[in-house]
């Protein structure tokens, strides 16, 4: 079989077909027998019953759930500021190590530190911005510790 072919057999495909027998009487037959009082099932009682104490559970679960969410990023917001201004006041005073290896990475420290504190005035609930100011410090403690062992 070439294209020419193929083209051609799909070409007769495209013609209109007429059903083996007229579907309307049974579609109408199923339609009537669907809306019928005796077709339709009743759902027994008991089964109601417990469809109605599902729904009231997933509702009470879903409730619990939202407040336990509210809860927590209240929590969160109220303990948030103590983080960061105990950070923020934590090493405000600039701190210049002798050894000129931990100078420049002082400097750099101190200016991130500076930043993030004019960041944290801008947002001060930021999440991010606390544990970038917690890392900085970090880092700073480490410097002076470093300072320290080199002595």
Same mark, same amino acid.
């Given at each position: 079989?070439?294209?020419?072919e193929?083209l051609?057999?799909m ?15 049974h579609?109408?037959?199923a339609?009537?027998? $669907?809306?019928?009082p +005796?077709a339709t099932?009743a759902t027994p009682?008991r *089964? #109601?019953h417990?469809?109605v104490w !599902? @729904?009231a559970?997933?509702f009470a ?7 336990g969410v509210m809860w ?8 948030a500021?103590?983080?960061?201004d ?7 005073t600039r701190w210049?190590p002798? $050894?000129?290896r931990l +100078?420049g990475?002082a400097?750099e420290?101190d200016? *991130? #530190?500076?930043?993030l504190?004019? !960041? @944290?005035?801008q ?7 606390q544990?970038?100011?917690q ?8 410097l002076r510790e470093?300072?320290?062992q080199a002595?």
């Amino acid at each position: 079989m070439n294209e020419f072919e193929w083209l051609r057999q799909m070409r007769e495909l495209n013609q209109p077909v007429a059903p083996r027998s007229d579907l309307w009487p049974h579609i109408e037959a199923a339609l009537d027998d $669907d809306a019928s009082p +005796a077709a339709t099932p009743a759902t027994p009682p008991r *089964a #109601r019953h417990m469809r109605v104490w !599902a @729904m009231a559970a997933s509702f009470a679960a879903v409730a619990l759930l939202a407040c336990g969410v509210m809860w927590r990023m209240h929590a969160i917001s109220q303990s948030a500021p103590q983080v960061a201004d105990t950070a923020m006041h934590a090493h405000d005073t600039r701190w210049k190590p002798n $050894d000129p290896r931990l +100078a420049g990475a002082a400097l750099e420290l101190d200016a *991130a #530190r500076m930043e993030l504190q004019q !960041a @944290m005035q801008q947002a001060p609930d930021s999440p991010a911005l606390q544990r970038l100011l917690q890392q900085t410090h970090a880092q700073q403690n480490y410097l002076r510790e470093l300072e320290k062992q080199a002595g």
